[in-house]
C-alpha cells in the first residue's frame, strides 16, 4: 500500500490516470443519482400527502439509489455489468440498448466525462493534497444539482445541506477558510438570498427563485468563507443574465419557462474553487 502511493504521488501521469478512472466510475452513479433522486423524493411527498389524507399507503417495491437494477428504458430489459462499463460500453455500442437497439441518450456518457474532467481539473489545482478529495466530492455534487435543476427545477436538501455541514466540517481544521469565515458565509450566504427573494415577493408578488438557491450559496459559504459570497453571486447573475438573454434571442425560453438559478450558482462556486484568489482580485479592482 505504502508503495502504491509512493508510486502515485512519484508519477503525475499515473495519478491523472487514477483520478480520470474514478471520475468516470463516479459520473456513472451520478446519471443514477440525477436519475433516481427526483423520483424518490416525488414518492416520498406522495406518500406523506396520503398519510396526511388517512388514505391507504401504496404497496411499491423498492426504489433508491441501489435497487431496482438498472434497465433500458425502452425495452425494460434488465443491463448488465457489460453494459455498464462507464463511458465504454456506451461507445462500444454506439450509443444504442445492446438488446431491443434503441438510442441511448447522450447526457449518460457526457455526465461521466464531465465527471472525469472535474476530478482531472481539481488534482490539476491543487495536486496530491486533502484539498483534492474535497474538490473533487465539491465538483461531483454540484454537477449532480445542477442537472437536477435544470431538469426539474429543484436543488435537493438531499445534496444541499450535506454540502453545507461539510464545508463547515472540512474548516474546522481550515481546509479552505477558518471556521469564523465559513460560519459566516454559511449565515450569510443563506441570508442574503433570503432577503432578496422576499424583497422581490413583496414587490412583484411573484417569486424569483427557490429555498434550494439560499442554501446552495450557504454551503458555498460554509466552503470559501463570507468573502467568496459577493464575487460567486456577481459571476452567477452575470451568468445566469447572459445564458438567460441568448435563450431568449434563440427563441428557447419564453414566458411561460423558468430559468434556474442553481446551476448558474453551482458554476460560480465550481470557479471559485479553481480561482478563488484571481475572483478576489477581479472583485476588489471591479468595486474600487
Not at 426504489?63 to 448488465?80: D, T
Amino acid at each position: 500500500m505504502v508503495a502504491l502511493s509512493h508510486w502515485l504521488t512519484a508519477d503525475s501521469s499515473a495519478l491523472y490516470l487514477v483520478v480520470t478512472l474514478l471520475g468516470l466510475l463516479v459520473g456513472s452513479f451520478l446519471n443514477v443519482v440525477i436519475h433516481r433522486l427526483p423520483l424518490m423524493l416525488q414518492r416520498d411527498w406522495q406518500q406523506e400527502c396520503a398519510e396526511l389524507n388517512g388514505q391507504p399507503l401504496a404497496d411499491e417495491p423498492a426504489f433508491n439509489l441501489c435497487a431496482p437494477r438498472s434497465r433500458c428504458p425502452h425495452c425494460q430489459h434488465q443491463l448488465s455489468a457489460l453494459d455498464n462499463i462507464p463511458l465504454l460500453s456506451w461507445l462500444w455500442l454506439r450509443g444504442r440498448c445492446r438488446y431491443c437497439r434503441a438510442g441511448v441518450s447522450k447526457r449518460y456518457p457526457l455526465v461521466e466525462l464531465f465527471s472525469a474532467a472535474l476530478a482531472a481539473l481539481a488534482l490539476w489545482r491543487f495536486g496530491a493534497s486533502p484539498e483534492l478529495l474535497a474538490a473533487m466530492l465539491f465538483s461531483w455534487v454540484l454537477l449532480c444539482m445542477t442537472l437536477i435543476d435544470i431538469d426539474h427545477l429543484l436543488l435537493p436538501d438531499n445534496l444541499t445541506l450535506p454540502l453545507l455541514w461539510l464545508g463547515l466540517l472540512l474548516n474546522i481544521n481550515e481546509l479552505f477558510v477558518s471556521l469564523h469565515s465559513a460560519v459566516l458565509g454559511a449565515a450569510l450566504g443563506y441570508g442574503i438570498l433570503w432577503s432578496l427573494y422576499w424583497l422581490f415577493k413583496l414587490a412583484t408578488g411573484k417569486e424569483g427563485m427557490g429555498y434550494g438557491d439560499f442554501k446552495l450559496l450557504a454551503a458555498i459559504g460554509a466552503w470559501f468563507g463570507w468573502q467568496a459570497l459577493l464575487p460567486v453571486l456577481l459571476l452567477a447573475s452575470l451568468v445566469g443574465s447572459v445564458l438567460g438573454l441568448a435563450l431568449m434571442a434563440s427563441k428557447r425560453l419564453g414566458e411561460d419557462r423558468v430559468l434556474p438559478f442553481g446551476p448558474a450558482l453551482a458554476l460560480a462556486g465550481w470557479l471559485y474553487l479553481l480561482w478563488g484568489e484571481q475572483m478576489m482580485g477581479w472583485y476588489w479592482n471591479m468595486a474600487l
